[in-house]
C-alpha cells in the first residue's frame, strides 16, 4: 500500500523550545493531511490539518508546512510546554477504487517536553 | 455532545474464539473506520465504509470481518481470535468528502483493548 513516513520516532526537548516532526508521503493523490496528538490513554484527537491547495497553515503555537512537489509535509510546535508531550502521528489521503479518501497514518512520534 | 462510542472497552477472550467489537455514532457522520492501534506500529486502517452499502478492506483486514448494520453503527469480528490480534482496536467517522474531493477530520471513539490470550 501508499506508505507514510514519519521521523523522528521519539524527540525529547526542553521547555520553550521548538519541536519539528517530518513526514513524507508517496500517493500524488493525496490531497490533506492532518495531524493527531494522542496523549496517554486516550483516543487520537486532530491539532491541525492541511489541504493540498495550501502550503502552509498555522494555529498559534502549532504550524503545518507543506511542500507537494516533493510529498513532505512537517508538523513545528514553538515554544513547547510540558502539556505538549504526547504520541503525533501524521496523516495522507488514499484515494480507494470508489474515488474516496481514507487515511494513511505514520507510525508515531513521541515527544517528550521537560521542564 | 455528538460522540463515537466503542463497547466493550476491554475484552479478553482466548485463541479460537470469535470475538465482535461494536462501534456507534451520533455524529450523524456517513464513513465510518476500524483501525488497529500497536506500539511502534501507529494507526492501522482494518476495514472503512463510506455508507451503509459501501465496504472497503484496508492495509490489515486478513482475519477482520466487518458489518455496517446502519448509518450509526459499524462492526468488526474477528471470526477465531489469535494472540497477534492483541492490540488497541480504534472506531472513528468522518462526513463525506466536499465537492472539492477534500477528506475530513476523522473523529476517534476511546478504543477497545484486546488480549487474546
Known amino acids: 500500500g501508499e506508505n507514510v513516513e514519519q521521523h523522528p520516532s521519539t524527540l525529547s526537548v526542553q521547555e520553550g523550545d521548538s519541536a519539528v516532526i517530518k513526514c513524507t508521503y508517496s500517493?500524488?493523490?493525496?490531497?490533506?493531511f492532518p495531524w493527531y496528538k494522542q496523549e496517554l490513554g486516550k483516543r487520537p484527537q486532530l491539532i491541525i490539518d492541511?489541504?493540498?491547495?495550501?502550503g502552509e497553515k498555522k494555529d498559534q503555537r502549532i504550524a503545518v508546512t507543506l511542500n507537494k512537489t516533493a510529498k513532505h509535509f512537517s508538523l513545528h510546535i514553538t515554544e513547547t510546554q510540558p502539556e505538549d508531550s504526547a504520541v503525533y502521528f501524521c496523516?495522507?489521503?488514499?484515494?480507494?477504487?470508489?474515488?474516496?479518501?481514507?487515511?494513511?497514518f505514520g507510525k508515531g512520534t513521541s515527544l517528550l517536553v521537560t521542564p | 455532545d455528538a460522540d463515537v462510542t466503542q463497547t466493550p472497552r476491554n475484552r479478553i477472550t482466548k485463541t479460537g474464539k470469535r470475538i465482535m467489537l461494536e462501534c456507534s455514532q451520533t455524529?450523524?457522520?456517513?464513513?465510518m473506520y476500524w483501525y488497529r492501534q500497536d506500539p511502534g506500529l501507529g494507526l492501522r486502517l482494518i476495514y472503512y465504509?463510506?455508507?451503509?452499502?459501501?465496504?472497503n478492506k484496508g492495509e490489515i483486514s486478513d482475519g477482520y470481518s466487518v458489518s455496517r448494520q446502519a448509518q450509526a453503527k459499524f462492526s468488526l469480528s474477528l471470526e477465531s481470535a489469535i494472540p497477534n490480534q492483541t492490540a488497541l482496536y480504534f472506531c472513528?467517522?468522518?462526513?463525506?468528502?466536499?465537492?472539492?474531493?477534500?477528506?475530513?477530520?476523522?473523529?476517534f471513539g476511546p478504543g477497545t483493548r484486546l488480549t487474546v490470550t
Open positions: 472513528a467517522t468522518s462526513k463525506g468528502q466536499g465537492l472539492a474531493g477534500y477528506s475530513y477530520e476523522q473523529y
Open positions: 500517493d500524488s493523490a493525496s490531497n490533506y
Open positions: 492541511i489541504r493540498s491547495n495550501v
Open positions: 496523516a495522507a489521503s488514499i484515494r480507494n477504487s470508489n474515488s474516496g479518501y481514507a487515511l494513511n
Open positions: 455524529k450523524g457522520h456517513d464513513r
Open positions: 465504509s463510506f455508507d451503509v452499502k459501501d465496504i
